[in-house]
T-cell receptor, first 114, second 112 residues
Framework: DGGITQSPKYLFRKEGQNVTLSCEQN?????MYWYRQDPGQGLRLIYY???????QKGDIAEGYSVSREKKESFPLTVTSAQKNPTAFYLC?????????????FGPGTRLTVL | AQSVSQHNHHVILSEAASLELGCNYS??????LFWYVQYPGQHLLLLLK??????LVKGIKGFEAEFIKSKFSFNLRKPSVQWSDTAEYFC??????????FGAGTRLTVKP
């Protein structure tokens, strides 16, 4: 059963703590992405990775970090430097990094900072 | 700056009404266009996509979209909506093989 899994579904964090969101895919996709979804703002790109051990900043990378040590996994760390971390985070993947390819999305993680 | 505009933030329709959701993008060049749907509590799901060829694209669940290059538009349509179409709809654009850009989304509420 191919797809993208994100865990946990809901996450609560105290201010000042770092937290890592998991994203795993078994679609054999090269490219993976992290988006942040806020009401009325659509999806904004945080980071993306075209291949293993390589990643680039998106539009709103400040306060976030990622790693891509394995093709299947692209974890996102929300650091204490992120000013407004409460949001819905979506992970996606695609077979290539650009052009005529659609992105497939995971179910998302809702992060709440208390 | 690249941008994707969805002018309708919230649309409310009765069942069997026709639907048209607007999507405009601000740049030229080669574009690949997408509509995604997010049902309550669900993944984003691809409804349809346009890469080239016939500008009228048919997707899943009875949706279609028309690419009008001169108007930089890719509006989503459905002749007769159902209560189960209640969801949020996102237009997305890849221009010149760059990043995918999303519109702000349109929330559709269909009243039974």
């Amino acid at each position: 059963d191919g797809g993208i899994t994100q865990s946990p579904k809901y996450l609560f964090r105290k201010e000042g703590q770092n937290v890592t969101l998991s994203c795993e895919q078994n679609l054999n996709h090269d490219a993976m992405y992290w988006y942040r979804q806020d009401p009325g703002q659509g999806l904004r790109l945080i980071y993306y990775s075209q291949i293993v051990n390589d990643f680039q900043k998106g539009d709103i990378a400040e306060g976030y970090s990622v790693s891509r040590e394995k093709k299947e996994s692209f974890p996102l760390t929300v650091t204490s430097a992120q000013k407004n971390p409460t949001a819905f985070y979506l992970c996606a993947s695609s077979s290539a990094s650009s052009g005529r390819v659609e992105q497939f999305f995971g179910p998302g993680t809702r992060l709440t900072v208390l | 700056a690249q941008s994707v505009s969805q002018h309708n933030h919230h649309v409310i329709l009765s069942e069997a009404a026709s639907l048209e959701l607007g999507c405009n993008y601000s740049y030229g060049g080669t574009v690949n266009l997408f509509w995604y749907v997010q049902y309550p509590g669900q993944h984003l799901l691809l409804l349809l996509k346009y890469f080239s060829g016939d500008p009228l694209v048919k997707g899943i669940k009875g949706f279609e979209a028309e690419f009008i290059k001169s108007k930089f538009s890719f509006n989503l349509r459905k002749p007769s909506v159902q209560w189960s179409d209640t969801a949020e709809y996102f237009c997305a654009v890849i221009q010149n093989n760059n990043d995918m850009r999303f519109g702000a989304g349109t929330r559709l509420t269909v009243k039974p």
